[in-house]
């Protein structure tokens, strides 16, 4: 639901790869495209388009605490973050309208439905890409369903054929995990892990599932006083009714809110020259994903390393799509990973120390005031440190020999066929994913068409 492009000099490096058409300049348009921004359009903003941008439509007492405090940090408050660097703090811009969710569903696929060329097939899962091979040339010709982990719908309309043939070209949209596993599958890939796996070998491209990489949050719980924060609100039967209510009466309100509102931006060190480190602030503090909001007030500040040096992998382990890949973060495995998080979990702690906040008399409770040395807050960052769902680069665009996709996003070597997906990243955007991922899929959709029309 945060709605953030990362920085210039992101796409500025991709570009600087070799990719052309993938500088900030080229794609800050593809952004203003497919936005419909809440108070119009300007230099960095646009209108009409699907994705609807809205501003936050709940307050909270501490966050703007927070705001100040981080200030006096040197971190200055600041409007926005989407117009290309993103230093200082501000409330995060929403994938909203009215209060409510704008998911890409809702965005983008709802609203064409109707469309006679569309069929959409839920509850189906792709085992692997089929393929015709003529004089060297090795071309995508469809896609093979699961037979074992998903079901096949709609069995009327689609017979027992397990494939679905493409008259021009296979796109796979199957995100970061999903699209690599599906290339394996399909013998396309790095060759040792093809045939660990039991799949023959059809093209080797050693970069599929390689560059792995992700933006691990650390997690730091604050239990506060003299203030409301969610935990209180959602403790009782009132308060939920409460909040209820509000969001159906006035779309306000909690009910609105993803968990993090409040964003921050800055450099571990002068020396960088971009902010590498994100904070995302919540109102709330649990133990874990899925477990109860805790019984006291409490917030959770938590901050990732925008640019991790760690890469991992994805790795299939047989040739069943039911089989789940290997999955492999290597989260904290470079010297300036574990750098960059020490100073994180100590930036906080000087924000929480801030004067702003004194009114509230903070209380660390993760990791805790008596975890000091560098040892011990790395130890505490491998605990706290959870991902923040961002994973990136596992087929990675360019033309070096890791790349899988080329600047038009078709996969290297082989013929009608393209990634249009998160997994196109060469390097992780300095903030959240979902918004890049939607310009590349606007990108995706140029050359597809351009394609069609013999353009290129
Ligand atoms: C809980 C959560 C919260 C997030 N919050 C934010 C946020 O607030 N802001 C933000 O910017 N980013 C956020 N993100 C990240 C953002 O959602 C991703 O960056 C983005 O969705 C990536 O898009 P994608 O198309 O690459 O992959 P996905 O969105 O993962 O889409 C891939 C699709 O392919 C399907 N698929 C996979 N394998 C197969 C197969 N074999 N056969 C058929 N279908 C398959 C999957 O089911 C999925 O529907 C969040 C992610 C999560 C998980």
Redesign the pocket.
């Known amino acids: ?4 492009r990362g920085q210039r000099a992101d796409y500025d490096h991709w570009a600087s790869l070799g990719n052309r058409g993938w500088g900030w300049d080229d794609v800050l348009p593809v952004f203003k495209r497919s936005e419909d921004y809440q108070h119009g359009a300007d230099e960095f903003h646009g209108t009409g388009g699907e994705l609807r941008v809205e501003e936050r439509r709940v307050n909270w007492e501490i966050l703007d605490a927070w705001r100040e405090a981080a200030a006096e940090c040197g971190i200055p408050k600041i409007d926005e973050f989407n117009r290309g660097d993103n230093f200082g703090n501000a409330y ?1 811009q ?2 909203q309208r009215s209060g409510r969710r704008w998911s ?1 569903t809702r965005a983008f696929l709802r609203p064409v439905l109707h469309r006679p060329n569309l069929t959409v097939m839920t509850n ?4 692997s890409i089929t393929f015709e091979q003529s004089d060297g040339t090795l071309r995508a010709t469809g896609v093979r369903m ?1 037979e074992e982990g ?1 079901q096949t719908p709609f069995p009327g309309e689609m017979g027992s054929d397990p494939i679905i043939s493409a008259r021009r070209e296979v796109v796979l ?7 690599p ?2 290339l394996q599958r399909s013998g396309i890939g790095p060759g040792d892990a093809l045939i660990a796996a039991g799949v023959p070998v059809r093209r080797e491209l050693p970069g599929v599932g390689e560059n792995l990489h992700d933006h691990l949050q650390i997690r730091t719980v604050y239990g506060v006083s003299n203030t409301v924060t969610l935990n209180r609100r959602a403790r009782t039967l009132f308060g939920k009714v409460a909040m209820a209510l509000e969001y159906f009466l006035y779309h306000t309100g909690p009910m609105t809110m ?1 968990p ?1 509102q409040l964003g921050a931006f800055a450099k571990s060190d002068p020396e960088r020259q971009t902010p590498n480190m994100e904070w995302h602030v919540q109102p709330l503090s649990l133990d874990k994903f899925g477990d109860p909001l805790h019984r006291y007030d409490a917030i959770t500040p938590s901050v990732c390393n925008l640019k991790p040096t760690s890469r991992g992998s994805i790795r299939i382990r047989s040739p069943h ?1 039911a089989d789940a890949p290997v999955i492999a973060l290597n989260y904290l495995s470079t010297d300036s990973d574990c750098d960059v998080a020490v100073s994180g979990l100590r930036k906080t702690r000087e924000i929480m120390a801030a004067s702003a906040l004194a009114r509230f008399a903070p209380q660390e409770l993760k990791p805790g005031p008596e975890i000091d040395t560098e040892d011990a807050l790395l130890d505490a960052a491998r605990n706290l440190g959870t991902t ?5 680069g596992t087929c990675k665009m360019g033309s070096d020999s890791g790349a899988v996709v080329d600047d038009r996003l078709r996969v290297h070597g082989i013929d009608a066929l393209r990634v ?4 196109v990243m060469p390097e992780i955007t300095s ?7 939607v310009m ?2 606007e990108k995706g959709a140029e050359f597809i068409l351009e394609s069609r029309r013999g353009e290129r």
Request: charged share 5%; no cysteine; glycine share 10%.
């Open positions: 639901m945060i709605y953030m995060f929403m994938n890409a189906t899962e792709i085992a699961a998903g949209a199957a995100g970061s995990i999903g699209s596993s599906i993803p993090s799509a923040i769902f961002h994973p990136v249009v997906d998160a997994s903030g959240n994913t979902n918004a890049p991922t590349i899929a």
